[in-house]
């Protein structure tokens, strides 16, 4: 079993920035990728906002390219998501998964609010 337990969201207003965190309790290099997605309520699916590999491959939905960065401290065994340029659109809650290609994990989310 792998724990993720995650933080940073919270309530910010139309260009402003956060940065989500994600401690994981096995090593984040043990996983064949690890990234995070999101939800609204009336959505029936996550959608990808990025994820990196194992080897440093990273991809990012298309609504969030070029204002978000993921990265990872692998000594920490954290994963990080920096948001700049929020937008009332990426208001969601936001999970922290990872894969270990037999099976997968996601933590127990983090709202994210954008609003004047």
């Known amino acids: 079993q792998v724990q993720l337990v995650e933080s940073g969201g919270g309530l910010v207003h139309p260009g402003g920035s956060l940065r989500l965190s994600c401690v994981s309790s096995r090593s984040v290099l043990s996983f064949s990728a690890v990234g995070w997605y999101r939800q609204v309520p009336e959505a029936s699916s996550r959608e990808l906002v990025a994820?990196?590999?194992?080897?440093?491959?990273?991809r990012y939905g298309d609504s969030v390219k070029g204002r978000f960065t993921i990265s990872r401290d692998n000594l920490q065994n954290t994963l990080y998501l920096q948001m700049d340029n929020l937008k009332p659109d990426d208001t969601a809650v936001y999970y922290c998964?990872?894969?270990?290609?037999?099976?997968?994990?996601w933590g127990q989310g983090t709202q994210v609010t954008v609003s004047s």
């Open positions: 998964h990872v894969d270990q290609g037999y099976s997968e994990y």
């Open positions: 994820t990196i590999t194992r080897g440093d491959t990273i």
